[in-house]
């Protein structure tokens, strides 16, 4: 979407006019980035972190593998840099007349990395792999919406549901159909007049026909139709992508190498970064917010921006720690949390203390959500908690992972939550990104743990139907209601803008009833870059704009 304006069809409402209102945004230092005008060519090195599954787009639902992803695979849709609104990218139209039969047709001549030409079987074989619940793929969910869904899923009980008897009724939605190399439809089950604005999101990339012959292989080393090409995956150490010389999308990069080199914690490569042996650092170490001294460290190399995302603190599942199960302990815990003073003292100002479920940067947004449950009152919550008969455990647990500069606003909401409540709060570190998202995705992982949700597409859905919406793939904490998943359906198929934002703002009023997670701050990304690059820019998703980044 960085080039000519293209829209993408829909009946009843654009797609455009579904986030007008909401999803450009800047702050209050101004959104700055580094000029651009570098030279094309050279090379670039970015933190980066462990990825949780292989670089299979379907599998991938994290940020250490979803920020390589996105340079390796080009989409249906591409969100704009600045305003994260959708445009067609490897689409060359997308058309429906009643926002549940939608027609696709991509442009011709579009290849992967190894030369063969994408076709409209790439995406309809890909997305049927992605559903078929033996599969195992983490965004598989994302295909709930399309007709012949639940016939993918398994039916068996117990620890293997997708045993013999268990097994799926089909092997492909009967919602899609290739109706020529370059023409599929997809119909759902009931209107989604979103629909075609989460198709940029990876989950809908279009996988080769190589990837079916050897899908763990494949993940360690991806063939993608991005503008980067992957060449190595040194484990626990670096992601290596080349520029991709075929590439004949509208968003090319400049840099010919990027590495992602993989660090144990962002200290490290804040440092390297003033030392020039780093080129971008994607978030700053707390040591370096305090009173501003990343901006005196890094002066003319720093950027910040107001982006779609949101940090919560979840409950590990009742039937992995019980503890968490009362709705007013987990309020008075809430309440025990003094946000603003974490925020200045740890953020330095940098986050916005939450007061409900979803970003502001979206359309329908709607302020104070989660009312007093998330305002501080440390006398409130203690005598919340003793009404609710005290915390049954002996100690509340807030884990997090020890890779990603998380330590020191864990501790101080830990000692918040111990002063208010008189209760012993530990927060514990997880070695990296990777082994904490898989102690909570096999449901291993006690007590509560910090969650940090970058919007995968511009919309107020995406911060609701994923996270909390029955057996979602982040449902990290097994919430369930289904009054919820009712008032999310019917949003889906809302046509009116207005009337899709109140439900899904109903829905959310729910999370609060329920006190489904603890919202703790809305994100402001802060970035940092060496002396070598310009042109840096962070996105609306609070990415790197790779398009824009050159050498100096």
């Known amino acids: 979407m960085r080039g000519t304006t293209r829209t993408v069809a829909v009946a009843a409402m654009s797609a455009v006019a579904l986030l007008a209102a909401g999803c450009g945004s800047g702050d209050s230092d101004g959104d700055q980035s580094s000029a651009g005008g570098g030279a094309e060519g050279g090379e670039i090195t970015v933190y980066g972190c462990n990825p949780q599954n292989p670089l299979v787009p379907q599998n991938t639902g994290e940020t250490c593998g979803g920020d390589v992803l996105d340079q390796v695979f080009s989409k249906l849709v591409h969100y704009d840099a600045d305003t994260a609104a959708p445009e067609n990218d490897q689409a060359e139209s997308i058309d429906t007349d009643d926002n549940q039969n939608f027609t696709i047709k991509i442009k011709q001549g579009l290849k992967f990395h190894d030369g063969t030409e994408i076709k409209a079987k790439n995406f309809v074989d890909a997305w049927n792999y992605a559903a078929y619940a033996p599969n195992g793929q983490y965004n598989g969910y994302f295909f709930e919406p399309i007709e012949g869904f639940g016939d993918l899923q398994c039916t068996g009980d117990g620890d293997d549901p997708c045993a013999k008897a268990g097994k799926p009724k089909a092997e492909e939605m009967t919602g899609l159909q290739v109706v020529d190399d370059y023409t599929f439809t997809i119909k759902t089950t009931e209107k989604v007049s979103n629909l075609p604005v989460r198709l940029g999101y990876s989950a809908f990339a279009a996988l080769p026909d190589v990837f079916f012959d050897d899908p763990e292989a494949f993940g360690n080393k991806p063939v993608g139709s991005g503008p980067y090409k992957l060449d190595a995956w040194n484990k626990e150490q670096s992601i290596v992508l080349s520029k991709n010389a075929d590439y004949t999308g509208d968003w090319p990069g400049k840099v010919d190498k990027i590495t992602f080199k993989i660090y144990q914690d962002v200290d490290p490569a804040y440092n390297d970064?003033?030392?020039?042996?780093?080129?971008?650092?994607?978030?700053?170490?707390?040591?370096?917010?305090?009173?501003?001294?990343?901006?005196?460290?890094?002066?003319?190399?720093?950027?910040?921006?107001?982006?779609?995302?949101?940090?919560?603190?979840?409950?590990?599942?009742?039937?992995?720690?019980?503890?968490?199960?009362?709705?007013?302990?987990?309020?008075?815990?809430?309440?025990?949390?003094?946000?603003?003073?974490?925020?200045?003292?740890?953020?330095?100002?940098?986050?916005?203390?939450?007061?409900?479920?979803?970003?502001?940067?979206?359309?329908?947004?709607?302020?104070?959500?989660?009312?007093?449950?998330?305002?501080?009152?440390?006398?409130?919550?203690?005598?919340?908690?003793?009404?609710?008969?005290?915390?049954?455990?002996?100690?509340?647990?807030?884990?997090?992972?020890?890779?990603?500069?998380?330590?020191?606003?864990?501790?101080?909401?830990?000692?918040?939550?111990?002063?208010?409540?008189?209760?012993?709060?530990?927060?514990?570190?997880?070695?990296?990104?990777?082994?904490?998202?898989?102690?909570?995705?096999?449901?291993?992982?006690?007590?509560?743990?910090?969650?940090?949700?970058?919007?995968?597409?511009?919309?107020?859905?995406?911060?609701?139907?994923?996270?909390?919406?029955?057996?979602?793939?982040?449902?990290?904490?097994?919430?369930?209601?289904?009054?919820?998943?009712?008032?999310?359906?019917?949003?889906?198929?809302?046509?009116?803008?207005?009337?899709?934002?109140?439900?899904?703002?109903?829905?959310?009023?729910?999370?609060?009833?329920?006190?489904?997670?603890?919202?703790?701050?809305?994100?402001?990304?802060t970035m940092g870059w060496s002396n070598n690059v310009t042109g840096v820019k962070i996105t609306a998703f609070g990415t790197v704009d790779y398009t824009q980044v050159s050498v100096q």
């Open 273 to 525: 970064v003033l030392a020039d042996n780093l080129d971008i650092v994607t978030s700053i170490p707390a040591s370096a917010l305090i009173d501003d001294k990343y901006k005196s460290d890094l002066p003319d190399r720093n950027a910040q921006k107001e982006t779609g995302r949101i940090d919560v603190l979840d409950f590990a599942p009742s039937s992995v720690d019980p503890n968490y199960d009362s709705v007013e302990v987990r309020k008075a815990i809430s309440m025990a949390i003094d946000r603003d003073t974490i925020i200045q003292q740890i953020f330095n100002g940098t986050r916005t203390p939450a007061t409900g479920w979803v970003s502001p940067v979206v359309d329908g947004y709607k302020a104070d959500q989660c009312g007093e449950a998330c305002t501080y009152d440390a006398e409130k919550a203690k005598s919340t908690l003793e009404a609710a008969g005290g915390f049954p455990g002996d100690k509340i647990t807030l884990s997090y992972n020890a890779d990603g500069g998380h330590k020191e606003w864990t501790e101080a909401t830990c000692n918040s939550i111990k002063q208010a409540l008189g209760v012993d709060c530990v927060a514990q570190g997880v070695v990296d990104f990777a082994t904490f998202r898989s102690q909570i995705g096999d449901r291993k992982m006690k007590g509560m743990f910090r969650a940090g949700w970058q919007m995968d597409y511009p919309s107020i859905e995406n911060f609701l139907a994923p996270l909390y919406k029955t057996g979602a793939s982040s449902n990290d904490g097994d919430y369930s209601n289904p009054e919820f998943d009712d008032l999310i359906d019917q949003a889906a198929a809302a046509t009116d803008e207005a009337e899709a934002n109140s439900l899904y703002q109903q829905a959310e009023a729910l999370l609060a009833e329920d006190m489904a997670s603890i919202p703790m701050w809305y994100g402001k990304t």
